[in-house]
T-cell receptor, first 111, second 115 residues
Framework: GENVEQHPSTLSVQEGDSAVIKCTYS??????FPWYKQELGKRPQLIID?????GEKKDQRIAVTLNKTAKHFSLHITETQPEDSAVYFC??????????FGPGTRLSVLP | ETGVTQSPTHLIKTRGQQVTLRCSSQ?????VSWYQQALGQGPQFIFQ???????GRGNFPPRFSGLQFPNYSSELNVNALELDDSALYLC??????????????FGAGTRLSVL
């Protein structure tokens, strides 16, 4: 089955700096790669996703890149703000497969 | 919010008991998935239901079972509770079965504590 690894497990950045979180997946049949933000005690919230037919997607300060050959994808947050502090999860999915989350990255944006 | 509601929000049970968690999906959403999220970890897929039939199951024992009803509600049942079952249980609904084409929306979860 699919296995998703995520690095780093914790990340601290200064406000205004960029943050990058990387994930790798094992199953080449996966074709959908969402990113979720989860604040303490709250539900996972989809912040951006990418499908395997594109290499990059951007939404304001957030971007995701996908390298299908290397089976890795990354989340990029620019101009970080204190409200970006949360746990971020990547996930991988392909039709007929189970939806698999990474173990999470705790991002702290320091003022 | 997402239109997906879960009840109860918190629950305390003792080892060996049985528990039923409930989820109300967005109207029209034919697919519901359940996840277990242990403290400090990512959600783990338990199973998915599509039009009242189980469609995919993660690495969970048979004492984890579910039901989906025609009114877009669903249940997660856990028998013979163990201490390790303590976790946040999330349900997520999507319009159709292929999540790559239909975003799944999460409920706020039920936090289960097994003593």
């Amino acid at each position: 089955g699919e296995n998703v690894e995520q690095h780093p497990s914790t990340l601290s950045v200064q406000e205004g700096d960029s943050a990058v979180i990387k994930c790798t997946y094992s199953d080449s049949a996966s074709n959908y790669f969402p990113w979720y933000k989860q604040e303490l005690g709250k539900r996972p919230q989809l912040i951006i996703d990418i499908r395997s037919n594109v290499g990059e997607k951007k939404d304001q300060r957030i971007a995701v890149t996908l390298n299908k050959t290397a089976k890795h994808f990354s989340l990029h947050i620019t101009e970080t703000q204190p409200e970006d502090s949360a746990v971020y999860f990547c996930a991988a999915y392909g039709y007929g497969q189970n939806f698999v989350f990474g173990p999470g990255t705790r991002l702290s944006v320091l003022p | 919010e997402t239109g997906v509601t879960q009840s109860p929000t918190h629950l305390i049970k003792t080892r060996g008991q049985q528990v039923t968690l409930r989820c109300s999906s967005q109207s029209g959403h034919n697919t519901v998935s359940w996840y277990q999220q242990a403290l400090g970890q990512g959600p783990q897929f338990i199973f998915q239901y599509y039009r009242e039939e189980e469609n995919g199951r993660g690495n969970f024992p048979p004492r984890f079972s579910g039901l989906q009803f025609p009114n877009y509600s669903s249940e997660l049942n856990v028998n013979a509770l163990e201490l390790d079952d303590s976790a946040l249980y999330l349900c997520a609904s999507s319009l159709e079965i292929d999540i790559a084409k239909n975003i799944q929306y999460f409920g706020a979860g039920t936090r289960l504590s097994v003593l």
